[in-house]
């Protein structure tokens, strides 16, 4: 089915509503500031209007809508009474710049949030502020770097595993760093070794995600973090894989000095597409003073809280009021309504759906670390049907959109060839996770039989496959 732009639908003179006649006078606006020819806008009615966005969202693959396996993004259903909260009018109705005394309620729950997100990741304090999990890396990085400032020290190299999520070296050459690649070991993980060859005085860190993207848990982690630690370096915890390990341990007690969490993958709200998230960041004592401000701050005697705007020390603001605060909303509904041990479940479901899907289907997609069992994701490769079959990563993954489902992730991480990594989330069932192991394997089955089908995929949609890297590097956009 084609649908058209909603310029594409437009007509000469359609209203889909009208305005009385002016009962003022018209506003004059000088020349400067008017337009030199008419905005193209689209001219339609109601109807059409309604239609067009209602074909939209049902050509549209959501969480709502169908299983969502994409690998490091944890694209989960998410509870709808989250949505019912952030939409309370005393929430979406209050301004950022209302006094404080009028936002006790908005305060106290950050407040009552930063210390719940300190209890899960064994941290002293949190900043709400920052409002993605990328900008939550800038954040512990420039939090780093004005620690080892005030110590006199201008370290200027910041290690990063060579399966690291892409935005971490991003966040680091952004906050004036060098990065520098460690690589992983034959199981999968970090190599110690290596790593103790790389560091040096020059060392200001360690960014680590543990489970790391491989989907496996970093054994070594004590030993890894007392290798950095030698040298005065910080340890940043990449917290993409938190969900993975909710009440079961704490990166403060593997040794971990800064944590960012990404509260719309690890708790409440929908996300992908850009966004709204939030990525509150977590530090140890010594590192509270660098936090960015304002901070929630209570007054013991009164019991009142308010936005503390003055820190000597603080890296200043993150954003330009106070974070996304009705992500944060939905984290809050998430933590409180689950509790310690609904938490723990969270990690428990979500690790044994991974290891029950890749279970079912490693005979035909084998997984590239097989000695180390996965936590709540697991990477694959495609590499036997593309040694056989010349099928690769993406035919499979373009063929499971015809037989109804987002793709996994592919390509990622770099360091596995034919990669296909797959999150099931704790929030999918075991009838929903077997279907979907035999659409893999029917796509196993096919590149024996009709190779072609899977070159050709998808063959049931609107719009047949791209070429996404031509596209990717020459833009031709329109309307």
């Known amino acids: ?8 639908h437009s007509r000469p003179g359609r209203r889909a509503s009208s305005f009385p006649e002016l009962d003022v006078p018209d506003a004059v606006l000088p020349d400067e500031h008017l337009r030199g020819r008419p905005a193209v806008l689209p001219e339609v009615a109601e109807r059409d209007l309604v239609t067009h966005y209602t074909r939209l969202a049902q050509m549209n693959y959501g969480v709502d809508t169908g299983f969502y396996p994409l690998g490091s993004c944890s694209m989960k259903y998410n509870p709808k ?5 952030a939409a309370l009018p005393g929430f979406r109705r209050m301004h950022p710049l209302q006094p404080d005394a009028t936002a006790q309620g908005a305060l106290e729950l950050l407040w009552r949030l930063e210390q719940a997100l300190c209890e899960i990741t064994g941290m002293s304090r949190a900043s709400m502020t920052p409002p993605a999990g990328a900008c939550g890396e800038l954040t512990g990085l420039l939090i780093m770097r004005a620690y080892h400032r005030d110590r006199g020290s201008h370290k200027t190299k ?6 690291a999520h892409g935005t971490n070296p991003a966040s680091v050459r952004l906050a004036g760093f060098q990065a520098v690649s460690v690589p992983s070991d034959d199981r999968g993980l970090v190599d110690v070794e290596a790593l103790s060859g790389l560091v040096d005085d020059e060392v200001a860190g360690l960014m680590l995600t543990n489970p790391n993207t491989l989907g496996a848990f970093e054994r070594d ?26 009440g079961w341990c704490r990166p403060g007690d593997m040794g971990f000095d800064i944590v960012h969490i990404n509260t719309h993958k ?7 597409g850009g966004g709204p998230g939030a ?15 304002p901070r929630v701050e209570r007054d013991e005697d009164t019991g009142t809280f308010r936005l503390e705007h003055d820190a000597a020390d603080s890296i200043g603001r993150m954003h330009g009021f106070h974070g996304n605060f009705g992500v944060l909303v939905r984290a809050y509904l998430y933590v409180f309504l689950h509790g310690g041990d609904g938490l723990r479940q969270v990690s428990e479901r979500a690790v044994l759906n991974a290891n029950y899907l890749a279970r079912l289907v490693e005979e035909v997609f084998p997984p590239a670390y097989p000695d180390l069992p996965p936590m709540h994701e697991f990477v694959a490769t495609a590499l036997p049907l593309e040694q056989e079959h010349g099928i690769r990563a993406m035919d499979v993954a373009k063929r499971l959109i015809d037989l109804g489902y987002h793709p996994s992730t592919v390509y990622f991480p770099l ?32 590149a024996a039989t009709a190779p072609d089908l899977l ?10 496959r791209l070429d996404e890297a031509r596209a990717a590097r020459n833009l031709r956009l329109r309307w």
């Open 266 to 272: 690890t708790f409440a709200t929908p996300h992908g």
């Open 415 to 446: 360091v596995v060839d034919e990669a296909m990594m797959v999150e099931p989330t704790e929030t999918e069932t075991k009838e929903t996770l077997e279907a979907f192991a035999a659409a893999l394997r029917q796509v196993a089955e096919e």
């Open 221 to 246: 982690i004590e030993e890894i973090t007392r290798i950095v630690k030698q040298v005065d370096g910080l340890v940043y915890y990449d917290g993409a894989n938190l969900n993975a390990i909710l």
């Open 455 to 464: 070159h050709e995929a998808p063959v049931t949609t609107p719009v047949r």
């Open 279 to 293: 990525g509150p960041v977590g530090v140890i004592e010594r590192l509270v003073p660098y936090l960015p401000v």
């Open 1 to 8: 089915m084609h649908e058209g732009t909603i310029l594409e």
């Open 81 to 85: 009474s989250a949505e019912e909260a």
């Open 158 to 163: 910041v290690l990063i595993p060579d399966a």
